[in-house]
């Protein structure tokens, strides 16, 4: 079987980082990426957006962008972000997901 459509529409990773110690980079894990990508994941849900076909929200381990962080990426796009709170999250959700534009005051 050859299906060139992605099996989900959007597919967001948000950085879960978390590194230990006073000498190490910046982490997205202790900027709030847990609550982010719960709160992402429960508005995505409460959207009906959910499921094959559409949006899927997960973690991921480092991305490698910490001093840009917290960040997700949006896939397959491949569409970076940052943001600082859940007000970003739905922009991204909102304008990104549900309408195909890019939110440019949060793309890095």
Known sequence: M?????YYEHHVFFCMNEREG?????SCGAHGAEAAQKH????VKELDLNGHGRVRINKAGCMDRCEEGPVLVVYPQGTWYTYVDNADIDEIIDRHIGKGEVVERLKI
Not at 2 to 6: A, E, I, R, S, V
Not at 40 to 43: I, P, Q, T, V, Y
């Open 22 to 26: 006073k000498d190490c980079r910046e």
């Open 2 to 6: 050859n299906d060139t459509k992605p």
């Open 40 to 43: 992402a994941k429960k508005r």
